[in-house]
């Protein structure tokens, strides 16, 4: 178990990439929202959830194609920008943030050579839209279901094998499902590069976009955080689980400045 203390330097490390990503999209004025626990955190706790070890972004898919395109430049040193890309081992298809600072190694990672950059993190994924019809949430279930089956061994896809051909492929028959935005019968899916959860959301209640505090400062969230989180979790996320079920990536974290 990590102590509390060394968790919590991390979380203020995260933090600081989540201002500095903040600053850049309203620079370039590029929509994102927290996402998963740090949404749960920021609606429970009106910050990191005490146990949680990441950040959890999304963006629209134009957003994050305009951030790939500008984030090199406009990132500072004290983060590296992680693709598949910029780190060739690096086996996941969406956008990780890593800090130079702090050494995040997760629970699948321990005794095993890890050759990609394992900085304390921060997720950013692609969001698509889809006609809102029960044929396409069969389909949307499925391909995210074949993706995880061909994704490297995660946290969340601990029975994955690496096919990124495969994954390419489904997750390109995903967004050419595509609808945009100005629609109201959609429904706002993860694209194929985040599997984890086959969750989708009404359009009307994400958008707009309103804020919550987070670690005291204002960040972009759902204007229905409850139906977003209502369609990701099984449980009752207004209430503190077990300790049991409290989960973490991270069997150390050590820091590096």
Not at 44 to 72: C, N
Not at 221 to 238: C, K, T, W
């Amino acid at each position: 178990m990590i102590e509390q203390g060394i968790l919590r330097k991390a979380q203020l490390i995260m933090l600081d990439m989540l201002i500095e990503f903040d600053t850049i999209c309203k620079k370039h004025q590029l929509q994102y929202w927290l996402d998963s626990g740090t949404l749960l955190g920021a609606v429970r706790h009106q910050g990191f959830i005490p146990w949680d070890d990441d950040i959890d972004l999304s963006m629209p898919v134009e957003d994050y194609t305009k951030f790939l395109e500008i984030a090199q430049s406009e990132l500072s040193g004290e983060i590296f920008l992680q693709t598949s890309e910029t780190d060739k081992n690096f086996k996941f298809d969406y956008i990780k943030l890593r800090s130079n600072k702090a050494r995040i190694v997760e629970f699948h990672e321990k005794d095993t050579q890890i050759k990609y950059h394992q900085g304390v993190f921060v997720d950013i994924f692609p969001m698509l839209t889809i006609e809102n019809t029960e044929a396409n949430k069969k389909q949307y279930d499925s391909t995210l279901k074949e993706i995880r089956d061909a994704s490297s061994t995660s946290l969340h896809t601990p029975d994955g094998k690496d096919d990124p051909a495969k994954r390419a492929a489904l997750a390109a028959s995903l967004k050419q499902k595509h609808k945009g935005w100005d629609n109201d019968n959609i429904k706002i899916i993860y694209g194929g590069e985040m599997p984890d959860v086959a969750a989708w959301f009404d359009i009307a209640e994400v958008f707009p976009l309103t804020t919550l505090e987070f670690e005291g400062h204002p960040f972009p969230v759902p204007n229905n955080p409850g139906h977003y989180l209502d369609a990701i979790y099984s449980f009752d996320y207004r209430q503190l689980p077990p300790e049991n079920k409290r989960i973490i990536h991270a069997h150390s974290i050590d820091f590096t400045q």
